[in-house]
């Protein structure tokens, strides 16, 4: 990996690895993302999904701080599977926004996708999330899909992104 990897976790694999920016560490507290989660979305996942997400193999989170053990301002979860990263959620507390952090933790998560050869990252963003499209786009994402009626609250069109790794 193009970053420096510091401190590894019990299967030998790294917990936390500084980037330009600022340092990723694995997000494994289910009260930390809940409430990063919250102070992120109007419409945010409650601590007990977190906590059920977490028991499934496939359940992979990070979160972005400024210093390695600073308050987290960000956090990125996905599916892992052997195919396929599908990103979950991807969030930026609202007084950082626009500084480069989601830039920042889409490349961490292209770049570990390319180390653990998965060919593809999926996701979905509502039609009407202009600023998270753009962050999408910019690191190569593609539109393959439009789900129709998809969201509730704001109602609107999912648009399904998808980046080829190789």
């Known amino acids: 990996m193009t970053t420096t990897e510091l401190k590894h976790g019990g299967n030998d694999k790294p917990s936390i690895w500084r980037r330009s920016r600022g340092w990723i560490r694995k997000g494994e507290d289910p009260t930390s993302l809940a409430e990063l989660d919250k102070s992120c979305f109007k419409k945010a996942w409650r601590e007990e999904s ?9 359940f992979r989170a990070w979160t972005w701080h400024t210093e390695a053990n600073s308050e987290a301002l960000g956090f990125l979860i996905v599916e892992d599977h052997s195919d396929l990263f599908s990103i979950l959620r991807i969030g930026v507390v609202p007084g950082h926004q626009r500084q480069g952090i989601g830039r920042e933790m889409m490349d961490f998560l292209i770049q570990l996708a390319r180390n653990e050869q998965i060919p593809k990252i999926l996701l979905e963003v509502h039609e009407f999330n202009l600023a998270a499209q753009h962050l999408y786009f910019a690191s190569g ?12 609250d704001p109602p609107g069109n999912a648009l399904v992104l998808s980046k080829a790794i190789f």
């Open 50 to 58: 977190f906590s059920k997400l977490m028991n499934h193999s496939w």
């Open 141 to 152: 994402f593609r539109q393959i899909h439009r789900k129709k009626g998809y969201y509730r």
